[in-house]
């Protein structure tokens, strides 16, 4: 039984994208959503070389993924369906176990059989879109900051941050998920036992861990607090460098188009001829002759 609960999120994920593989058209040529034709020609341009030459207003991460995949596999809507269905079992499973932390065993069954159930949320699994991969590589983030809350080790969060840094690289809009995490991190400190520091672990031995309120917190005794969050954040750099390095050509046209020189000048030093100012004062001295 304990090993049924165990493997209960898995099998659920496994049994979505098996029924996706089975019952939904992804071997069709017709778009099963008007972004999917535009995300499978950048993928291609990645593939062929190209990337150098197009537009693209968002992180490069699952570009770069599809481009590797149509280079190993072919250029094919299928293979890039099917990485699709892929990260949508990663979200059910990932959110499967999250909602069982929080609200037990039946209700991460009935919450995940009321997601999948849906149509938007079904589309999304089979289209090929950023938005779904961004959410699923989050959501599993936020498991491995889970696991390490639960006294883990370190990996864990490392692996957590590294996974957020891949949400960011593949859609911007995962910066939506940033509050849960701060959220999380403040709860933990509130309930997390303080460490006590090397001299009061001398006159006290055997005690490890106690627990102190805010105020009696002295100098060397809460500096544990502070690690994770700075190991989170480098683990995000780390990714998001390692992304640059790998697809930095496309990088440079994400960013020239995103923040483009005489835009990010503008906004520090704004250029205000004596005609912009005439027209921006104009309106004050209208209501002032008037």
């Given at each position: 039984m304990k090993?049924?609960?165990?493997?209960?999120?898995?099998?659920?994920?496994?049994?979505?994208a098996t029924a996706l593989i089975c019952l939904a058209p992804l071997r069709t040529a017709l778009e099963l959503n008007v972004c999917e034709g535009y995300e499978l020609m950048?993928?291609?341009?990645?593939?062929?070389?190209?990337?150098g030459a197009m537009w693209n207003d968002q992180p490069p991460f699952h570009t770069s993924l599809l481009g590797i995949l149509f280079r190993l596999f072919g250029p094919s809507a299928y293979v890039a369906r099917?990485?699709?269905?892929?990260?949508?079992?990663l979200l059910v499973w990932s959110l499967f176990k999250v909602m069982q932390e929080h609200s037990g065993l039946l209700g991460a069954a009935?919450?995940?059989?009321?997601?999948?159930?849906?149509?938007?949320f079904i589309q999304l699994s089979c289209a090929v879109m950023l938005e779904l991969p961004a959410m699923?590589?989050?959501?599993?983030?936020?498991?491995?900051?889970?696991?390490y809350v639960a006294g883990r080790s370190n990996l864990w969060l490392a692996a957590s941050g590294s996974l957020m840094g891949f949400a960011l690289q593949t859609k911007l809009t995962a910066a939506l998920f940033?509050?849960?995490?701060?959220?999380?991190?403040?709860?933990?400190?509130?309930?997390?036992?303080?460490?006590?520091?090397?001299?009061?672990?001398?006159?006290?031995?055997?005690?490890?861990f106690i627990n102190l309120k805010r105020q009696d917190v002295k100098s060397g005794i809460g500096r544990n607090l502070s690690r994770p969050p700075i190991i989170w954040l480098v683990s995000i750099l780390t990714v998001v460098g390692l992304v640059y390095w790998i697809s930095s050509e496309r990088w440079d046209v994400f960013g020239n188009r995103i923040f483009p020189p005489e835009r990010?000048?503008?906004?520090?030093?704004?250029?205000?001829?004596?005609?912009?100012?005439?027209?921006?004062?104009?309106?004050?001295?209208l209501l002032l002759l008037g």
């Open positions: 090993t049924t609960r165990k493997y209960l999120a898995l099998l659920f994920a496994v049994a979505f950048k993928g291609l341009l990645f593939s062929i070389g190209k990337a099917l990485l699709q269905v892929a990260f949508a079992a009935g919450g995940t059989i009321l997601l999948v159930s849906t149509p938007p699923a590589l989050a959501i599993t983030s936020l498991l491995a900051w889970r696991r940033l509050p849960v995490f701060l959220m999380e991190y403040l709860v933990w400190c509130s309930k997390a036992p303080i460490r006590l520091s090397e001299d009061n672990a001398e006159r006290q031995p055997g005690a490890r990010v000048l503008r906004m520090l030093i704004p250029v205000l001829t004596p005609a912009d100012c005439y027209m921006r004062l104009r309106p004050c001295f």
